[in-house]
């Protein structure tokens, strides 16, 4: 299992990001980060998955699954949902702080 996968990721997100032209009404940008945002919280979810899955798999006894392919991935896992909550926390700082703002 490689552990730069997730930082491989943010880093093709974030050329995407540069790479998109802004469109007149914002409709677009804004079209693109939910999708992206979804797709990140998907890949979360993915990998949350496969953990469980190898975790299982290593539980019945499976001799193609080793102990250290189970830890590398529930710390990968836990790694990116650590970060996922951090993105989520500062979105809600800086919806806070958008609300705060006088008009």
Do not use: C, W
Not at 11 to 21: C, F, K, T, V, Y
Not at 28 to 41: E, H, R, S, T, W
């Amino acid at each position: 299992m490689r552990l730069d996968g997730l930082q491989s990721e943010m880093q093709a997100m974030m050329i995407e990001a540069g790479n998109s032209r802004p469109a007149a009404t914002g409709q677009k940008v804004g079209a693109d980060f939910g999708d992206m945002l979804a797709q990140a919280i998907n890949n979360v979810n993915a990998l949350q998955k496969s953990s469980g899955n190898l975790q299982t798999r290593f539980d019945r006894g499976d001799e193609g699954v080793s102990l250290s392919d189970v830890m590398i991935a529930r710390n990968k896992s836990s790694v990116a949902f650590d970060a996922t909550i951090q993105v989520r926390n500062k979105l809600v700082e800086a919806y806070k702080e958008l609300m705060n703002m006088p008009v």
